[in-house]
């Protein structure tokens, strides 16, 4: 089996604006794959079925042996909080946290905030000395490396 199988899948936003129309493919462990198309052509929309943020209204999407597609909502947002990095174009960043506060709050969610481990996956990403700075003291390429941190810091 396949890491993550899409089956036929479908999503339709309004009940007439089709995203996502009959898509089929598979990914294997390890594989990295590219998702491009034009604006509108539902990239995001696949990309926010396999984070588990959104549903198909049709198909079947697997990912690691867990069908999407059929699990509770509750069950769904344990999905996302153990297995899902997710890095957002308009980042998300909490305005009065810090970089490292901003990380930290994604491992509060998934088990135990620890600092010390929140400012080395800054680090690692070239934010070491900016673990105290605000959102609006940063960049928008500090912010976007913000995301990846908090993104990886529960190794999804």
């Known amino acids: 089996m396949a890491f993550v199988e899409a089956e036929d899948l479908s999503r339709k936003y309004d009940g007439t604006v089709a995203a996502l129309e009959g898509v089929t493919f598979q990914i294997e462990r390890g594989e990295w794959i590219a998702v491009m198309g ?4 539902g990239k995001t929309t696949l990309l926010n079925v396999l984070g588990g943020l959104d549903r198909p209204d049709g198909g079947r999407i ?8 059929a699990i509770s909502r509750q069950e769904l947002i344990r999905y996302r909080r153990e297995k899902v990095g997710l890095v957002f174009q308009q980042f998300h960043l909490i305005p009065y946290l ?11 969610l998934h088990s135990t905030a620890d600092e010390a481990e929140a400012s080395e996956a800054l680090k690692r990403v070239g934010l070491g000395h900016r ?13 976007q490396r913000v995301c990846i941190a908090r993104a990886l ?4």
């Open 62 to 69: 697997m990912v690691d042996g867990c069908d999407l597609s």
């Open 98 to 108: 810090t970089a490292v506060e901003n990380v930290m709050l994604a491992q509060y």
């Open 131 to 143: 673990l105290r700075h605000l959102p609006s003291q940063l960049s928008g390429g500090e912010k």
């Open 153 to 156: 810091i529960n190794q999804p």
């Open 38 to 41: 034009p604006s509108g052509s």
